[in-house]
């Protein structure tokens, strides 16, 4: 993995444990993101860049407040990088008790794996088929 990659993970986790994660930019993927019965919003990953917005669902409603990394109820995020409140739902290598010298899976992969639920909040990140 390159330095630059490696650093920009370091900086999105806040830990060098997930630094050894990797994008794949072949693997295109989405994932719902909800609380209960609420839609929340849609999570995409396509040609390198993650992509948050809110569900006409979630708009309408004025009960839940956005989530604190996407604010405006309006707006589509985008970024490289996967924002914190989704990169922290992936345990560390270290947590899976993987050998150093298993391949390395790319965050698409492990946030379908693992991103579905977290003990940290009640939103659920569920990939769609």
Do not use: C
Not at 8 to 25: I, Y
Not at 67 to 78: C, E, I, M
Not at 84 to 92: G, L, N, V
Request: glycine share 4%; proline share 5%; charged share 25%.
């Amino acid at each position: 993995m390159k330095d630059i990659e490696k650093k920009k993970l370091l900086r999105q986790s806040g830990s060098e444990s997930q630094s050894d994660m990797v994008l794949n930019a072949e693997k295109d993927a989405a994932f719902n993101v909800s609380l209960g019965k609420l839609t929340v919003g849609t999570l995409l990953y396509s040609g390198g860049v993650w992509q948050f917005s809110y569900s006409e669902e979630f708009k309408q409603q004025s009960r839940i407040v956005p989530l604190s990394n996407f604010p405006a109820k309006d707006k589509t995020y985008r970024d490289s990088e996967l924002w914190p409140f989704f990169a922290s739902r992936i345990p560390s290598s270290s947590q899976l008790q993987l050998d150093k010298d298993a391949p390395r899976e790319d965050l698409v992969t492990l946030l379908r794996k693992f991103g579905r639920r977290t003990i940290a909040t009640p939103f659920e990140v569920v990939p769609v088929t």
